[in-house]
């Protein structure tokens, strides 16, 4: 089955940095894509990765390594409106996402 | 103006009911999703059409049915709600030539009692 496991819940400090690991199997990869959910809101894209490797946008990088079934988005200089769900989603040989659960992240000061 | 838009934002509803919840798009995109959220789950995938012709299922079909009246609108009904299609219900557009990202509407928080 197809299957994508990421941390139901992480804390962090105003200013720090905090790094969210996904882990997939799915069948067959497309790509694989972050986005960020505020509660009660919509997805909001933030990343796409196909190549490994590392893909930086300003204070979010997010990172592949396809032959581990594995990335990271890895977050600097947190604020406080950077507390959301934290989605990952693989797009399978058929072009359809799996996603994961999602990561609640919460910015104490 | 948004977007990807959907009509209702909110619906309460009773055991039984036919409900609608349509889905509009301005971004020119050729394929079209519907997606229902539950907490501690992972978005999961209804229904998707790739064009105006073209309906496939998801993962979690049953009880629901779709149409894809023009490339802009794409509706999802419900023709006998049950309690356990309680959900949040998001709306998505891509453009398969810009790497299938996803937009997604404002949701569709249904409750059926």
């Known amino acids: 089955g197809q299957n994508i496991d990421q941390p139901t819940e992480m804390t962090a400090t105003e200013g720090a940095i905090v790094q969210i690991n996904c882990t997939y199997q799915?069948?067959?990869?497309?790509?694989l894509f972050w986005y960020q959910q505020h509660a009660g809101e919509a997805p909001t894209f933030l990343s796409y990765?196909?190549l490994d490797g590392l893909e930086e946008k300003g204070r979010f990088s997010s990172f592949l390594s396809r032959s581990k079934g594995y990335s990271y988005l890895l977050l600097k200089e947190l604020q406080m409106k950077d507390s959301a769900s934290y989605l990952c989603?693989?797009?399978?040989?058929?072009?359809?996402?799996?996603w994961g659960a999602g990561t609640k992240l919460i910015i104490k000061p | 103006d948004a977007d990807v838009t959907q009509t209702p934002r909110n619906r309460i509803t009773k055991t039984g009911k036919r409900i609608m919840l349509e889905c509009s798009q301005t971004k020119g995109h050729d394929r079209m999703y519907w997606y229902r959220q539950d907490p501690g789950l992972g978005l999961r995938l209804i229904y998707y059409s790739f064009d105006v012709k073209d309906i496939n299922k998801g993962e979690i079909s049953d009880g629901y049915s779709v149409s894809r009246q023009a490339q802009a609108k794409f509706s999802l009904s419900l023709e006998s709600a049950i309690p356990n299609q309680t959900a949040l219900y998001f709306c998505?557009?891509?453009?398969?030539?810009?790497?299938?990202?996803?937009?997604f509407g404002p949701g569709t928080r249904l409750t059926v009692l």
């Open positions: 989603a693989v797009m399978d040989s058929n072009y359809q996402l799996i």
């Open positions: 799915t069948s067959g990869f497309n790509g």
């Open positions: 990765n196909v």
């Open positions: 998505a557009t891509s453009d398969h030539q810009d790497y299938n990202e996803q937009f």
